[in-house]
């Protein structure tokens, strides 16, 4: 869901990371930014570094954890609510 207002300091940085692999146009849209990527990209690098992060880009906030959940594997669950 899609901030109303533009998010800011460690909102931000959550919500871009949460939305990184989406790419910079539906981080900074669901950041509340809309189609201004260059306030959103500015904001950004001033949250993070105000936290003691460096990042050049928004795929900076991608880290090995997050590929790691998204690695393929088998569901394993009951065929019904009823039924293991």
Do not use: H, W
């Amino acid at each position: 869901m899609a901030s109303r207002t533009p998010l800011k300091g460690l909102e931000l940085v959550d919500c871009a990371r949460a939305n990184a692999k989406q790419g910079i146009e539906t981080a900074a849209e669901l950041c509340g930014y809309g189609d201004n990527l260059t306030t959103f990209s500015q904001e950004l690098k001033q949250a993070c570094n105000q936290m003691g992060v460096k990042i050049n880009e928004l795929s900076d906030l991608i880290t090995d954890q997050d590929d790691l959940i998204d690695t393929e594997g088998e569901i394993v669950a009951p065929e019904s609510s009823t039924q293991l």
